[in-house]
C-alpha cells in the first residue's frame, strides 16, 4: 500500500498574495475563502491577497489565514491532484489545519479556533516582553541545557520550543532570558536567528493563553477523524476527538516535537508526502529529518507537476491489485469443489480481463473493475475470510489503485 503523509506549516509560512492564483483558477477555492471571511465577519482574501505584510503577520491574523489557505489547497490536492492522505501532521497552529482537512473540525469553526488562539496568545504577555531565536548548529542536549540553566538562575524564563530538524531548534522565553541564552550559542559559533513573531510561543509564558483556550475550545463539538493526525504534544496520533481539547491547549505551552513526529511518519512507513501551506518550510525541514521520504509543496508548481507524475508512477493497476490480493489472502476452504469455483475460476476471469486490457495498452473500464471486484469478494468469501479483513483488503485495493472516489461513499 502507498501510504502519503500530508504536512501543514505554522505560523512564519505566510505572504502576501498567498492563494489569490488558486482562488481565480478554482471557484471551490473562492468559496472556502468566502467561507471563512463569513465565520470571521472580515475579508480574508483581501487580507492574504492585498493587505500589508505587518498585518499579516498578526498571530491573531496570520493564524485564520493560515487554516483557510491549508483548507484550500488540501481541496486542490484531492480534486486535482487525485489523492488523500493516509496521516497527517501540523507544525503549530498547523495541527488544526490537520484537524479540520480530516474532518475533525468544522472548518467554519477551525478558523474561529484560528482566530481566538491567536488573540490568546498575543494577549499572554506584555508587549515586547517575549522573544523567539532558532538556533542552528549545536548539540540539542546542549541547548536544553543551557535554557534550564538560565531559567533555573532566575534570568527569566527560556526554554526549547520547537525541536524542527536535527540541525535546527527554536527557543522561546522572555527578551532578556532569550537574548542571554543567544548571546551564548553565538559565542559558539552557533547561527540565531531572531524570529519575527509577537509573542514567545510554546513556552510557560503561554499558560494564561493555554487555559483560556481550553475554555473556548468546550464551547465547540468534534468529529471523528477520518485519518490519523500526529500531536505536536508527544508525537503521537491522536486517540480520539475526545484528546482535542486538552492537546490543543496543552500545545500551546509545550514544546512542538516536529522530529519526532517525522520519525513517527517514517515508521509508519510513509512512502511520499504533501506539504499544504505557503511556502516549503517543511518540505525543507524533512531533507534535516527523514531525507528518504519526499516532500511535495502545493504552493510551487513545478512540485506539483512532480507531484502528479509520482502519484501516476505509485498506483497499481487495478486488475493487478485484485490478483495479487487474491494470491494473499490465506485461504481456510479445503473443500475441492467449492476452490475450484470460487476461487480458481474466479481468479481465472480476473486474470483474462487483466491480460486484455494489458494487451489493448489501456486502464481497466469501470465495468471491469466493478466485476473484479465481486470475483474478489467471491474469493475470499470462499476462503473463509472473515468480513473485518474483506473491508481492509478492499480498502487497501482501493488505496493503492486511486480509486477511492468511485467506490467508497
Request: hydrophobic share 40%; charged share 25%; with cysteine.
Amino acid at each position: 500500500m502507498v501510504k502519503k503523509g500530508f504536512y501543514f506549516p505554522g505560523q512564519g509560512s505566510q505572504y502576501v498574495g498567498m492563494g489569490k492564483k488558486m482562488c481565480e483558477e478554482f471557484k471551490y477555492v473562492s468559496d472556502i475563502f468566502d467561507e471563512a471571511g463569513e465565520a470571521l465577519s472580515e475579508n480574508i482574501q483581501k487580507l492574504c491577497f492585498e493587505g500589508d505584510i505587518a498585518k499579516l503577520t498578526m498571530t491573531k491574523n496570520t493564524q485564520p489565514a493560515l487554516v483557510t489557505m491549508a483548507k484550500a489547497m488540501y481541496e486542490v490536492c484531492v480534486r486535482e491532484v487525485g489523492i488523500t492522505p493516509n496521516i497527517a501532521a501540523g507544525h503549530s497552529i498547523g495541527e488544526i489545519s490537520a484537524l479540520t482537512c480530516v474532518g475533525a473540525i468544522n472548518f467554519s469553526d477551525a478558523v474561529k479556533i484560528a482566530r481566538i488562539r491567536g488573540e490568546f496568545m498575543q494577549q499572554a504577555v506584555q508587549s515586547g516582553d517575549g522573544r523567539m531565536c532558532a538556533v542552528r548548529g549545536r548539540d540539542i542536549k546542549h541547548i536544553e541545557e543551557v535554557v534550564r540553566n538560565i531559567s533555573d538562575n532566575d534570568d527569566g524564563t527560556v526554554c526549547v520550543s520547537n525541536y524542527n530538524s536535527n540541525v535546527q531548534t527554536v527557543i522561546s522565553g522572555n527578551v532578556s532570558a532569550v537574548e542571554k541564552a543567544a548571546e551564548i550559542f553565538e559565542s559558539e559559533g552557533c547561527k540565531v536567528v531572531h524570529l519575527n513573531v509577537s509573542a514567545p510561543f510554546h513556552s510557560p509564558l503561554m499558560n494564561p493563553a493555554a487555559e483560556k483556550l481550553r475554555t473556548e475550545l468546550e464551547k465547540y463539538t468534534f468529529n471523528d477523524f477520518d485519518v490519523p493526525v500526529i500531536s505536536n504534544v508527544d508525537a503521537l496520533p491522536y486517540k480520539g476527538k475526545e484528546e482535542i481539547i486538552d492537546k490543543l491547549a496543552n500545545q500551546l505551552v509545550m514544546p512542538v516535537r516536529w522530529v519526532e513526529s517525522m520519525v513517527y511518519m517514517k515508521r509508519y512507513m510513509v512512502n511520499y508526502g504533501v506539504e499544504l501551506g505557503p511556502g516549503n518550510t517543511l518540505s525543507k525541514m524533512m531533507k534535516n529529518n527523514i531525507s528518504d521520504i519526499r516532500i511535495y509543496s502545493m504552493d510551487d508548481e513545478s512540485d506539483i507537476k512532480k507531484l502528479k507524475r509520482c502519484v501516476e508512477k505509485s498506483y497499481l493497476p487495478f486488475l493487478s491489485r485484485c490478483l495479487g490480493i487474491a494470491v494473499a489472502t490465506k485461504n481456510s476452504n479445503f473443500n475441492k469443489e467449492e476452490y475450484e469455483s470460487g476461487v480458481i475460476a474466479s481468479y481465472n476471469k480476473i486474470s483474462e480481463m487483466s491480460k486484455t486490457v494489458e494487451n489493448e495498452g489501456r486502464k481497466a473500464a469501470l465495468e471491469e473493475m466493478e466485476l473484479a471486484i465481486k470475483l474478489l469478494i467471491k474469493i475470499m468469501q470462499t476462503k473463509g475470510i472473515s468480513n473485518e479483513e474483506q473491508k481492509q483488503r478492499l480498502d487497501d485495493l482501493f488505496y493503492d489503485t486511486n480509486t477511492v472516489d468511485l467506490f467508497v461513499k
